[in-house]
């Protein structure tokens, strides 16, 4: 039983030395840019347009949809027979309709449990063993993970997208 607890352990510990670290050591904004978090609330101009004044998305007019960073990671254990061969670790987002943002965070848990139940299919189906980082591969993850939110938030959500995994063999 140790030799499996230890190495899920010290993964999920030296995970979160390393988000730790990165916020630490994270270089400051620049001195002429607005708060990022400003620009995502601008307030429109007279002209009714939402500003991006720095230019970053190349239009002036606001986007149609938010990006919402889930809380945590997502960590799926591979199973090779009966014991725990890799550990797969996720970070997902949602591009949900502009406003959505509370009635994510909202339900949450619940989205939580539908990823995880997708995610635990697609690791016993072997979707992460051999080149998982396919494209095909996940495409269809995307696909089953955009159903399932879809299934608590309706059209509320656009996408789901993968914005890190991992792999780390034992």
Do not use: C, W
Not at 23 to 39: E, N, R, T
Not at 63 to 69: A, I
Not at 111 to 120: A, K, N, P, Y
Not at 121 to 143: E, M, S, V, Y
């Amino acid at each position: 039983m140790l030799k499996i607890v230890l190495p899920v352990v010290l993964l999920l510990a030296g995970l979160g030395g390393g988000v730790g670290a990165g916020l630490m050591l994270q270089p400051p904004p620049d001195p002429g840019s607005a708060d990022p978090a400003a620009k995502e609330t601008a307030k429109p101009d007279k002209s009714g347009k939402s500003g991006d004044p720095a230019g970053k998305h190349g239009h002036a007019e606001a986007l149609p949809f938010d990006y919402v960073k889930l809380s945590n990671q997502f960590v799926v254990p591979v199973l090779e027979g009966t014991r725990v061969g890799s550990l797969v670790v996720l970070s997902l987002s949602l591009e949900v309709e502009t406003g959505a943002a509370e009635q994510v965070y909202a339900v949450e848990p619940k989205l939580r449990d539908v990823f995880l139940r997708i995610l635990f299919d697609h690791a016993n189906a072997g979707g992460f063993a051999g080149a998982f980082t396919d494209g095909a591969t996940l495409d269809a993850l995307r696909r089953a993970l955009f159903e399932g939110a879809s299934s608590v938030l309706g059209d509320r959500v656009r996408d789901v997208l993968i914005v890190d995994l991992v792999r780390q063999d034992g």
